[in-house]
């Protein structure tokens, strides 16, 4: 069984910085792209960033220059530095995985339960 495990939201002002973690466990046996979605009150769920196993990375419009998704491969971590945030980022926070958990296995989109920022203007 996989799970994704997302931790670091809360509540900033305008202007600060949160760090998001994703941590996918159990039964693993390769991780391909991982990424970040956010879905706001009243709106559909929308991608924030996503990252290859080859570290190629891709934003949204939206958050490109002030978010940054990194990885750490041997572990299944994946990390979202969100910088200068406004008041519009306020979502919950997602982090999934496409992984395999067999050699024959396809792969698989995994998702975490998600984890709340709240930005105050």
């Known amino acids: 069984q996989v799970q994704l495990v997302e931790s670091g939201g809360g509540l900033v002002q305008a202007g600060g910085s949160l760090r998001l973690s994703c941590k996918a466990s159990?039964?693993?046996?390769?991780?391909?792209?991982m990424g970040w979605y956010r879905q706001a009150p009243g709106k559909q769920r929308e991608l924030v960033a996503t990252?290859?196993?080859?570290?190629?990375?891709n934003y949204a419009d939206s958050v490109k220059g002030r978010f940054t998704i990194s990885r750490d491969n041997p572990k299944n971590w994946i990390y979202l530095q969100m910088n200068s945030l406004k008041p519009e980022d306020t979502a919950v926070y997602y982090c999934?995985?496409?992984?395999?958990?067999?050699?024959?296995?396809?792969?698989?989109?995994?998702w975490g339960r998600g984890t709340q920022v709240t930005v105050s203007s």
């Open positions: 999934n995985a496409d992984l395999s958990t067999g050699l024959y296995d396809t792969a698989s989109r995994y």
């Open positions: 990252i290859t196993s080859a570290d190629i990375t």
């Open positions: 159990g039964r693993i046996f390769r991780t391909n792209a």
